[in-house]
């Protein structure tokens, strides 16, 4: 147990989410506790993790969840350790939140993502037909996101560009995407900032100038490409050249790395497989799976196109961290929650909360 890396978890506490401010101390070994020193109150070591509150042991935990994420059927593992499959789905749902977790953290903040490509996957589930969007950055193999709905929209598309908009800095940026023609609009409507001119009133929104869109539009006969078109819709073919040297060398605007990736995610989660029986009975299942195959192929699965003389996983290429991560690790990521910020009141505030100003809000 190391106090130095553990945070207060009490929503209430003024110390909550901060780490190394000498606030938090060990309670108890035996039973893996806490106490943070400023609201006084204790909190247990796997709080926040996969971890938490469960009476199995913390390596069976790591084995199922390691077996389930390269798409181990559920039925397999029951009948492998003997556990009741609801067991086995609430961990499967424990995880797949954790890895949403990890992913907002670590991987959606602001970076020079360089070129992005998007694409959908047809899902098959229990009573009809969901969408799976995904999108990823082409340079470091990184996935940036996903959003499942039931409906092939625009709804479902800025969800995904919202995504891809927190990932991104004010960089020059190149989207590559298919023939749907929501991403166009959703792209637009999405790279934009306020512009503040001191009037009142809601400020007038300026589209980024450097976000180039290409889209590759194939048309099929009898389910077999016959024609592909690759056209330019924001940009020139000097920047957009541009952008594909620097990220992927040479070669013509595609969605060969995004299509590749759809591939991964067929692999690894049933129900996006190809004229299979596998259905999914509920969205949710699905976007938790999407958030747990993503999170391990981000930080726990080194890529050969990446560094063929060493592990290299999309999360090191990218600057997230500086090793491959293990499944435990992983599981047992704590994520810090939002820190304490002061009220707001008229007047000057008393000493006590001057006191607790410098103290928790200036480290």
Known sequence: MNPTTAFCPT??????????????????RKEQRFICHECHKTFSATTGTVFYRLHTSAETVVIVVTWLAPGCPVQAIVAAFGFDERTVADWWARAGRQGQAVHE??????????????????????????????????????????????QRDLSLIRRLIGRVRRCAARRPLLVCTDGLVSYIRAIRETFRDP????????????????????????RYERRCVVETERRIVDGTPARVATLQRRSQGDGVINTAYIERLNATFREHLAPLARRCRALARHTLTLHEGMFLVGTVYNFCTPHESLSPAQKTTPAMAAGITDHCWTMRELLSFRVPISRWAPPKRRGRPSRALQHLIARWCAA
Not at 11 to 28: F, L
Request: glycine residues 14%; proline residues 2%.
């Open 11 to 28: 929503w209430d506490c003024h110390a909550r989410g901060q780490i190394g401010q000498g606030n938090i101390g060990i309670h108890s």
């Open 195 to 218: 512009v503040h001119t001191g009037k009142g009133g809601r400020p007038r929104l300026r589209r980024w100038r450097r976000v180039l869109i290409a889209q590759v539009v194939k």
């Open 105 to 150: 953290h670590l991987v959606e903040q602001p970076r020079d993502l360089g070129q992005v490509q998007a694409d959908e996957i047809r899902v098959k589930k229990q009573g009809g037909i969901v969408w799976m969007a995904l999108a990823m950055m082409v340079k470091t193999r990184l996935w940036l996101g996903g959003e499942v709905s039931e």
